[in-house]
């Protein structure tokens, strides 16, 4: 059999590639790396946000300068209360604690996500919490991810870059992530991180490409 085509960013849809371009500018702003992206069920980019934790601005609508200003809250803080429940939210890493609640109280019908993060894998699992919840079958979102490629291990990669405490790096390892959290160590001590800062988010996962599905 022949091998298979390789994944790119190019060959992803219009609110994949926004969503990784969110979450580059956010690397290089030196916050967490991950961008977020709500469209319609055809497709239609209704806004595109990012991870603002570091900085001193933002669109109106949008929080900045917390640790609440998130990728994910910053697109939903942008949909108008009564939209119909039947958007697509597109992120690049799944989603924490705080953006699952927020995606549960939101217009959201579906998330897609790109890289795992053991951190927070299940949060949105809200049943488990509360009967009434579990029983508002008709409010549950589907989630669909992550992606068991280079494109995921990238995803979650670039979000490593941010503060990394001790207890969540000592956690990540004992989940067999350490793969990732090496790279990352590996492109610090390298010097690498300012290179790859200076490239488009498409350049940066090409020259990454070869180490990334190392750790798959």
Same mark, same amino acid.
């Given at each position: 059999?022949?091998?298979?085509?390789?994944?790119?960013?190019?060959?992803?849809?219009?609110?994949?590639?926004?969503?990784?371009?969110?979450?580059?500018?956010?690397?290089? %702003?030196?916050?967490?790396?991950?961008?977020?992206?709500?469209?319609?069920?055809?497709?239609?980019?209704?806004?595109?946000?990012?991870?603002?934790?570091?900085?001193?601005?933002?669109?109106?609508?949008? #929080?900045?300068?917390?640790?609440?200003?998130?990728?994910?809250?910053?697109?939903?803080?942008?949909?108008?209360? %009564?939209?119909?429940?039947?958007? #697509?939210?597109?992120?690049?890493?799944?989603?924490?604690?705080?953006?699952?609640?927020?995606?549960?109280?939101?217009?959201?019908?579906? #998330?897609?996500?790109?890289?795992?993060?053991?951190?927070?894998?299940?949060?949105?699992?809200?049943?488990?919490?509360?009967?009434?919840?579990?029983?508002?079958?008709?409010?549950?979102?589907? @989630?669909?991810?992550?992606?068991?490629?280079?494109?995921?291990?990238?995803?979650?990669?670039?979000?490593?870059?941010?503060?990394?405490?001790?207890?969540?790096?000592? @956690?990540?390892?004992?989940?067999?992530?350490?793969?990732?959290?090496?790279? #990352?160590?590996?492109?610090?001590? %390298?010097?690498?991180?300012?290179?790859?800062?200076?490239?488009?988010?498409?350049?940066?996962?090409?020259?990454?490409?070869?180490?990334?599905?190392?750790?798959?």
């Amino acid at each position: 059999m022949g091998r298979m085509a390789e994944v790119t960013l190019e060959s992803l849809d219009e609110a994949w590639r926004e969503a990784f371009r969110q979450a580059w500018v956010a690397f290089r %702003g030196g916050n967490c790396a991950v961008g977020t992206c709500a469209t319609t069920p055809d497709g239609v980019i209704v806004h595109a946000a990012r991870n603002r934790i570091e900085d001193q601005s933002a669109p109106a609508g949008e #929080v900045f300068g917390s640790m609440l200003a998130h990728a994910e809250i910053n697109v939903l803080a942008r949909i108008p209360a %009564g939209h119909p429940r039947n958007l #697509v939210l597109t992120t690049t890493l799944v989603p924490c604690i705080q953006c699952a609640a927020a995606i549960r109280l939101g217009p959201v019908a579906t #998330v897609r996500f790109a890289g795992p993060d053991p951190l927070w894998d299940g949060c949105h699992d809200f049943g488990s919490l509360s009967p009434r919840e579990a029983a508002r079958t008709a409010k549950k979102t589907a @989630y669909a991810g992550p992606m068991h490629d280079e494109l995921g291990t990238f995803a979650t990669l670039i979000s490593r870059f941010w503060h990394r405490g001790p207890d969540a790096e000592g @956690y990540l390892r004992a989940a067999g992530k350490g793969g990732i959290l090496d790279l #990352v160590q590996e492109l610090e001590a %390298g010097g690498e991180v300012p290179r790859l800062a200076a490239m488009e988010v498409d350049e940066a996962f090409a020259s990454l490409r070869p180490r990334l599905r190392e750790i798959a």
